[in-house]
């Protein structure tokens, strides 16, 4: 099937990073799947030519090319409405909403102009039809796993978090430092800085717990309390509320043990206790770190089990299939 991905080639746009969360995971899935994509980069065609000519451009491909479906993967406001909206004479829009929990007016707004669009709510269907929107697609992150997967490595950390900085995250990390326990920390905005992704594979593979830290603000008073950037961040925030995100799915995938915040939908992907673990706060991730260090059977027997649940349930692959079938273009 012909598919055009309408993404940024590298992550947020940035040619000095590496390729983007898009790439790795929708492009090369779509690929192994055997569907000839395309790639349009639309942060590319604004820098060399500006949002309008961008535009113009995405409209003259898609038509000249016909491919049967257009997957976008939206940022801010790249893109006119009338375009979305003429794209869908000669072929079928799909657009992924990552973020429609806290970024409810933008994707309400933008859900109108396409087919179909995704979202990760457990209960995001039901919440569009009630507001006339039919064609979502209930579709949490997944994973690559061609990318992510179980590599036989000797363990090399006791703890480790791979990630973006957030004062919250730094904050948790502090207190576990606090605790006496080594904590490996790398990602965007750390001291060590970014990995690529072979070397994140590695860590997870490498780390005895693999911590999913939230980025959400946090209303902790200890942690409001701990510096005057945090009570600023938690009042400017518009994450109020968590969300699925791709690292569940990642970690996972590379059959490691994974300590996570809890969300809802979580326990509706992976059995909590056998599959993967969860803390309630910051007092409780010390007291499960402390446990699951101790206690290598435990860890490895949710290791284990997460990775048999991700091959079976949450690849990319069968996450494309499912949509693809919602959306009458199967092949």
């Known amino acids: 099937m012909k598919i055009l991905l309408v993404i940024m080639l590298h992550s947020y746009g940035d040619k000095k990073r590496e390729y983007s969360y898009e790439y790795f995971n929708f492009y ?4 192994k799947l055997g569907h000839d994509v395309r790639i349009f980069d639309y942060a590319s065609e604004i820098e060399n030519a500006g949002k309008l000519v961008m535009n113009e451009k995405l409209l003259a491909h898609a038509k ?8 976008f993967s939206l940022y801010t406001d790249q893109f006119l409405p009338s375009t979305v909206n003429d794209l869908r004479s000669f072929t079928k829009t799909f657009c992924f909403f ?11 707004f933008w859900a109108q102009h396409f087919d179909y669009f995704s979202t ?3 209960h995001g269907e039901v919440k569009y039809r009630e507001i006339g929107l039919n064609n979502a697609i209930y579709y949490p992150f997944g994973c690559n796993e061609n990318i992510f997967r179980k590599i036989e490595l000797p363990k090399k950390y006791d703890v480790s978090f791979v990630g973006g900085w957030h004062p919250y995250r730094e ?11 080594s904590v490996e920390v790398v990602g965007h905005g750390w001291p060590s800085g970014e990995i690529d992704q072979e070397r994140m594979v590695r860590v997870f593979n490498e780390s ?19 510096s005057p950037r945090a009570l600023i961040n938690r009042l400017r925030s518009k994450k109020n509320i968590e969300q699925m995100k791709a690292r569940i799915f990642e970690i996972n995938g590379c ?3 994974q300590l996570s915040y809890y969300v809802e939908g979580l326990a509706n992907c992976y059995e909590i206790d056998k599959e993967i673990s969860v803390f309630a706060d910051s007092d409780d991730i010390i007291e499960k770190v402390k446990f699951y260090l101790k ?28 949509a693809f079938k919602r959306m009458g273009v199967f092949e």
Request: aromatic content about 10%.
């Open 295 to 322: 206690h290598e059977e435990q860890r490895e027997s949710i290791a284990s089990a997460a990775l048999l649940r991700t091959v079976k349930d949450h690849t990319f692959s069968q996450r494309f299939k499912n």
């Open 120 to 122: 990760p709510d457990l």
């Open 208 to 226: 005895r717990i693999n911590l999913n830290l939230s980025n959400s603000a946090s209303w902790d008073a200890r942690y409001l309390a701990s």
């Open 171 to 181: 904050w948790i990390i502090n207190r576990i430092r606090k605790a006496g326990i």
């Open 64 to 71: 000249d090319w016909q491919p049967k479906t257009t997957i």
């Open 255 to 257: 059959g490691s043990f």
């Open 98 to 108: 990552h973020d429609d929990t806290w970024r409810v007016d933008y994707s309400r």
């Open 28 to 31: 090369l899935a779509l690929k």
